[in-house]
T-cell receptor, first 113, second 113 residues
């Protein structure tokens, strides 16, 4: 199994600012992902965080808006840039072990005002 | 493209009655299927998975699910629902060769005392 710690757990931010969310895993993992869960909706994959290379973004998500770092196999950050109220969501970090076991952080509840 | 569908928005059931949450998947290779539960203000918790083998899989908290290839379904079941089972339930799929989880829209389960 894997234990994932996300920080912050929640934040209220002004529009136009940026927030960086941290994800720390208690073991080395290859596959790490960032998801967004908008209010009342399902989880949408933002990107795959690749160690040592640029993240792989899903359709509709771009690096300028959601820059991701992955300096090593236990840590990643997601930045939500130039925020607007539409970015208000829960952002979740996830890891995949053995290609069949996915674990999730507690999530970061972001409110943009 | 890989996807799962959860046709219902909300499932209401009386405490002690059987609970079923429906999930169907689109066919593209051999699916790995999962159920997750999300309690209010908490992260996603893994319930069970189907990878291969016995079509009936048993998971946490008394839940089980049956993989039905002919109907492309993976419905979640519990013989006797508890009020504490009230939560948001997500079906998800990974297809072999693709490491990304695709989630259904989620079903709100309400167990009525």
């Amino acid at each position: 199994s894997a234990v994932i710690s996300q920080k912050p757990s929640r934040d209220i931010c002004q529009r136009g600012t940026s927030l960086t969310i941290q994800c720390q895993v208690d073991s080395q993992v290859t596959m790490m992902f960032w998801y967004r869960q908008q209010p009342g909706q399902s989880l949408t994959l933002i990107a795959t965080a690749n160690q040592g290379s640029e993240a792989t973004y899903e359709s509709g998500f771009v690096i300028d808006k959601f820059p991701i770092s992955r300096p090593n196999l236990t840590f990643s950050t997601l930045t939500v840039s130039n925020m607007s109220p539409e970015d208000s969501s829960i952002y979740l970090c996830s890891v995949l072990l053995g290609n069949t076991e996915a674990f999730f952080g507690q999530g970061t509840r972001l409110t943009v005002v | 493209a890989q996807s799962v569908a959860q046709p219902e928005d909300q499932v209401n059931v009386a405490e002690g009655n059987p609970l079923t949450v429906k999930c169907t998947y689109s066919v593209s290779g051999n699916p790995y299927l999962f159920w997750y539960v999300q309690y209010p203000n908490r992260g996603l918790q893994f319930l069970l998975k189907y990878i291969t083998g016995d079509n009936l899989v048993k998971g946490s908290y008394g839940f089980e699910a049956e993989f039905n290839k002919s109907q492309t379904s993976f419905h979640l079941k519990k013989p006797s629902a508890l009020v504490s089972d009230s939560a948001l339930y997500f079906c998800a799929v990974i297809y072999y060769g693709n490491n990304r989880l695709a989630f259904g829209k989620g079903n709100q389960v309400v167990v009525i005392p």
